[in-house]
């Protein structure tokens, strides 16, 4: 499937409940949401992000038209203290939606990764005020050369693993997150956490995180915390990671 036949279009993305905009350019599908939160639910895409962003401040590399980057505004019925959850939540979502599309191969690696054998499929980004949460969600479609030198890391991509059109990777990816939102309205992570775990890319593997303060800590990778804390068994004892990054995993 060429761009020319690809192109996102708002009418071919339906999404029950919710408003879908389809933008030709911005700089990020997030920071257009949370610039004006509407009160009903809301889902931007983009052809071309000029300032996509990861974590931390990472830039989200994608070329016009060869990768999927929106955004899903919508108030969520939980207390604010749960909402580092979310990122978790749309995960499960996401390798849900990409597992029924022929990707089965798409694992989650936390706390907001996909990821295929190791290179990253995708990413999300979760912002939030006053009771709404923006969650951004990219993923990497068409082959695109030089993306694994600008990104430092390797890459995977959807066109490898299940001939989808965008449109119904948004689609998909859209109304399985909804559902996803649904389950932890109801019950919190609880509803969602052994899915997570049961596609935990790095589930009983030796890793290497790297804490918010700078230091590194070592330990088999052994679940979630009722919280979403990724839970390292150290030496000295099981320790919950609130804020890190896995920087490297072997077996154990």
Same mark, same amino acid.
């Given at each position: 499937?060429?761009?020319?036949?690809?192109?996102?279009?708002?009418?071919?993305? !339906?999404?029950?409940?919710?408003?879908?905009?389809? &933008?030709?350019?911005?700089?990020?599908?997030?920071?257009?949401?949370?610039?004006?939160?509407? #009160?009903?639910?809301?889902?931007?895409?983009?052809?071309? /992000?000029?300032?996509? *962003?990861?974590?931390?401040?990472?830039?989200?590399?994608?070329?016009?038209?060869?990768?999927?980057?929106?955004?899903?505004?919508?108030?969520?019925?939980?207390?604010?203290?749960?909402?580092?959850?979310?990122?978790?939540?749309?995960?499960?979502?996401?390798?849900?939606?990409?597992?029924?599309?022929?990707? /089965?191969?798409?694992?989650?690696?936390?706390?907001?990764?996909?990821?295929?054998?190791?290179?990253?499929?995708?990413?999300?980004?979760?912002?939030?005020?006053?009771?709404?949460? !923006?969650?951004?969600?990219?993923?990497?479609?068409?082959?695109?050369?030089?993306?694994?030198?600008?990104?430092?890391?390797?890459?995977?991509?959807?066109?490898?693993?299940?001939? @989808?059109?965008?449109? /119904? &990777?948004? #689609?998909?990816?859209?109304?399985?997150? !909804?559902?996803?939102?649904?389950?932890?309205?109801?019950?919190?992570?609880?509803?969602?956490?052994?899915?997570?775990?049961?596609?935990?890319?790095?589930?009983? #593997?030796?890793?290497? @995180?790297?804490?918010?303060?700078? *230091?590194?800590?070592?330990?088999?990778?052994?679940?979630?915390?009722?919280?979403?804390?990724?839970?390292?068994? =150290?030496? #000295?004892?099981?320790?919950?990671? =609130?804020?890190?990054?896995?920087?490297?995993?072997?077996?154990?």
């Amino acid at each position: 499937m060429d761009r020319a036949s690809d192109r996102l279009q708002a009418g071919a993305i !339906v999404l029950p409940g919710v408003e879908v905009r389809v &933008v030709e350019r911005c700089a990020s599908t997030n920071d257009l949401l949370l610039k004006k939160i509407p #009160q009903a639910p809301v889902l931007i895409a983009a052809e071309e /992000q000029t300032a996509g *962003r990861g974590r931390r401040g990472r830039r989200w590399h994608s070329a016009p038209g060869a990768g999927v980057t929106f955004s899903l505004s919508r108030r969520i019925g939980r207390p604010a203290r749960e909402f580092p959850a979310l990122s978790l939540v749309a995960g499960v979502a996401a390798a849900r939606a990409l597992h029924a599309l022929g990707a /089965q191969a798409a694992r989650l690696k936390w706390p907001n990764d996909l990821v295929v054998d190791g290179a990253k499929l995708g990413g999300i980004l979760v912002e939030s005020r006053n009771g709404h949460a !923006v969650i951004g969600i990219g993923i990497n479609c068409r082959r695109t050369p030089g993306l694994e030198t600008k990104a430092r890391r390797k890459v995977a991509f959807l066109a490898d693993l299940a001939p @989808v059109s965008r449109n /119904q &990777v948004i #689609q998909e990816v859209g109304r399985a997150l !909804v559902a996803a939102l649904n389950q932890f309205e109801k019950r919190g992570l609880d509803a969602l956490r052994a899915e997570w775990e049961a596609m935990d890319a790095h589930a009983g #593997q030796r890793l290497r @995180v790297r804490l918010a303060d700078g *230091r590194t800590l070592s330990g088999i990778a052994s679940g979630l915390g009722t919280d979403g804390s990724l839970q390292i068994q =150290t030496r #000295q004892g099981m320790r919950a990671v =609130t804020s890190g990054r896995v920087v490297s995993a072997r077996a154990a």
